[in-house]
């Protein structure tokens, strides 16, 4: 019996400091995929500036078209030109664009106005600024 009693005991050891190891991690993997976020949301912002600086004179624009070395067709918008130059073909770069296009409409990261990191981390996120603007903040801040 009392060897049942200490074999219970080293395998409750052993799960607990396995599960410390691995809550640990996750709380390493979370702090990694924030610092990963706020570079992504300061990259966002440089490209929303840079979108703003085409949507400023069609003379960048059309520079912009005839440098860049994507396939667009007329009816690609230039803020999906735009995503697909820095981010390539991802998943994600339609997400970009849309964020961009709600960033540019709601003048995000202009003086006066909320940066495009406050912003998209008040927002939810990505996903939170592309769903159709439902997100808790937006209703709180109405």
Known sequence: MMTKVIANTAAETQVRKTLQTLRNKQTKWVEQQSIANDMLY????????????????????VAFKNICDIKYNAKTKLANMVAKSVFGETKQTYAYAKVLMKGFN????????????????????????????NTDSKAQQE
């Open 106 to 133: 709601d003048n995000i990261g202009t003086e006066g106005n909320l940066s495009m990191r406050d912003w998209l981390l008040g927002s939810n996120g990505i996903n939170g600024v592309i769903r159709d603007g």
């Open 42 to 61: 300061v990259l966002l912002e440089e490209c929303l500036d840079f979108y703003r600086f085409l949507q400023s004179d069609e003379r960048y624009a």
